[in-house]
């Protein structure tokens, strides 16, 4: 046995790390935390220092008791978990598990390299209690307002279910959604008129410029065209200036995430995922941290790498300041461990990220970007002889609405134009890196100006006068949701990915892509000394993976600001992550910190619990009456959704029932939009002399004919689909199930057919997909019964390794790899483990299950999510979208002219 005994979480980093220490040393793995407060109960002794009653998880017991076999037989025993709150809270949890003594030696780093973990186990230290406090504080805190407030909004909102819940930082983070959702339900879009004008110079060269501020109506908009025909435009003043740009600090947690979306396009635990992997791998230094610090090593490493690659004069090293003052500068920003390694990562996924990180990191210290910025000022003479005397810098107010001869007559109009461009004299770090950002608008690209001189006289090529429209903030996304509960100074690094998961799969808020909506706008055009009027439509407002409200969040979250304001109140869940770090810091004892919480917290939820509060705005919300029936029509929340009712239930009648659609909320759906719902199912028409009927039901949208059902596409409406339509997706539906006979195999038939994922042969109950790039037309029995053979062959080769005893368990041979399929779980097998020689306990392990007796399987328990039990006429369809980047709302434009 070795005389070294090291704990690490992951066993992706045991063989790495042992590879490193060499053969005194034996690393094993706790796969994560190994005690946590039981899922019954509230396990924590309110009345005795909130003192936490901790258990070891059912599924750890056997590795425990490997562990302490192997701690008796070590002469030392290293805790090396990550370096943060949580990484300290599981060595202490494994240290009180093993009964290991107090100063069992604690390494920490920050990075798996071999350089790092000697380093580590050159100065270990102990335990650090206050950190270990601070996340039990976490912990304690949140258990508290879990258990207590969960059971209150079972019981006191209608219709609710055990399925609702509250957390601390979650409830604030569904509290910026829903308020976000309530800005833009209330935003009444204004209009301007924005004015822009394109310059012929030297012939050909066109220079763009635009008034400084927009027009308030299209009458002071046309007019001022009006002006300018027959005007005389030339070059007042130029003004050029050097600036400089500077490169954005290396990743931190929150920015890694941010950017990762913007450019990427991955989720925030996708990200996390991915980051923790290229970690584990070596390959990234630690992915959670607050700090924008390099340590010395790193900046000198990057330096080398520029050098190297662009050459001295663009290096320009930094070190940046956190702005976040509880960020721990001792930590480092996210950064390769090799700067000389510009590709790295196993699978495509994990490449992007180290590439996005490695060019972050490495243009932290590089150069400034050189440029140079010319403000070109063009003077307007018109034509009546009115000299422009307006300045240059005019504020954003509209200017007055006053009659077109009027504003005429007065010289009232602003007499100059802007256009601006910039020129890049050195590029610096531009030539690696330029950080996205989240509203970033085409408009403001600036580009080279032709050659000018003041006093030109310029040659009006045409002006234009846009309607414009004001928009409301755009709704988060999950990078952008995660940089504000940061500015607000609530969460930490490890908090935000669970904290968005979580109120997604609670379904309080769902990540989804809107559609665009249309307007109309108009456009005045002055070219050659004549003003056409443009009428033209938009598209506007389509959002790309943002989050919405759902009808059972706002309700929650309506809940918690009226009854329980502190808990989803700004300032006070900011405050508390202050004390967490005071606790961390030694300056704050947790379990005071817990009292002062409780104390009012826990006669909150007895005053309510004990009050008349029964319903809380899940009582219907009245829209009108039916005009058919002259009954009223109400929205509420169910157990199992929001729906529309009509009429009242008495002994005589019951009422209606209809689930509202994807996307309608219970405080802005109008009668009208109730009232539809009601019409399915409806017949759409008859094809072949049989009914077309449209309804809603369990899988969906469908089209219902001759006893058969047709799913509706995700683009089809089911309340406004067309005969035609209909009747189209029945055809299709048809020649996809059409099959046909190729002739027989091993005395089998061999069919082929077309189905959902396309073309297809079937043999022995079995489906074989053709090929993309091959022809359902051309297939020849010859070329089926290769495909079936390679099927057989593929399948036959398809699991390396299984195990009787446990049938659920399979060494996979998969696309990128073998890994471990344990039930529906797939586990990633390490690199350099030889998957074929696996056993079934080194499999357990890796999957972190305990084993169970021969002859017996583990089976995770799921529940099945129940529908509305209310005889609804039409059933919402749930849907999923897949992550990507969260992009601002969109607006497309097109018009048509006339002359006026």
Known sequence: MSKNLVIVESPAKAKTIEGYLGKDFTVKSSFGHVRDLPKDGLAVDVTNGFQPSYEISPDKKKLISELKSLAKSAEEVWLATDDDREGEAISWHLKEALGLRDNTKRIVFREITKNAILNAIKSPRTIDVDLVNAQQARRVLDRLVGYELSPVLWRKIKGGSTGLSAGRVQSVALRLVVDREREIDKHQSKSSYKVTAQFIVDGNKVLNAELPKNFATSGEARAFLEACIGATFSIKNLETKPAKKSPAPPFTTSTLQQEASRKLGYSVDRTMRIAQNLYEA???????????????????????????????????????????????????????????????????????????????????????????????????????????????????????????????????????????????????????????????????????????????????????????FTRPQPRYAEASLVKKLEEMGIGRPSTYAPTISTIINRGYVIKQDKPGQERKFTEFTLQRNQITETSGKETFGSEKAKLFPTNTGIVVNDFLVEYFPDIVDFKFTATVEKEFDEIADGRMNWQKMLEEFYGDFHKNIEEIQGSSVVSFKTGARELGTDPSSGKKVSARLGKYGAYAQIGESTDDEKPQYANLREGQLIETISLQDALDLFTLPREVGFFEDKPMTIGIGKFGPYVKHDDKYVSLTREDDPYTITPERAIELIQQKRAESVSESLGEFEGKLVTTGKGRFGPYVKFEDKYISIPRNESLAGLTLERAVELIQAKRTAEANKFIKEFPERPEVKIVNGMYGPYLAVGKRNVRIPKDVDAASLTLEECLKLAGDEPAPAGKTTAKKTTAKATEKAPAKAVAKKTTTASGAGKKATTTRTATAKKK
Do not use: C
């Open 282 to 468: 070596g390959k990234i230094s630690y992915m959670r941290t607050d700090s924008t610090n390099l340590s010395q090593e790193a900046v000198d490493k990057a330096k080398h790498e520029i050098e190297t690659e662009f050459g001295p004069k663009y290096v320009q090293t930094r070190q940046f300041k956190t702005k976040n003052e509880s960020a721990q500068e001792a930590h480092e920003a996210i950064r390769p461990t090799n700067f000389n390694d510009r590709h790295a990562g196993g699978d495509r996924d994990q490449k992007r990220l180290y590439e996005l990180i490695w060019k972050r990191a490495i243009a932290s210290q590089m150069a400034d970007a050189q440029l140079e910025r010319t403000t070109v000022t063009i003077g307007i003479r018109f034509a009546g002889g009115t000299t422009a005397t307006v300045q240059a810098h005019i504020d954003d107010s509209p200017f007055v609405d006053t009659p077109a001869p009027a504003a005429k007559a007065s010289g009232s109009f602003p007499g100059e134009l802007v256009a601006q461009g910039e020129v890049i004299k050195f590029d610096g770090f531009l030539r690696v890196y330029l950080e996205s950002k989240d509203d970033e608008d085409d408009e403001d690209a600036k580009g080279m100006l032709p050659p000018l001189r003041i006093g030109q006289d310029l040659n009006l090529g045409q002006m234009k006068a846009t309607e414009k």
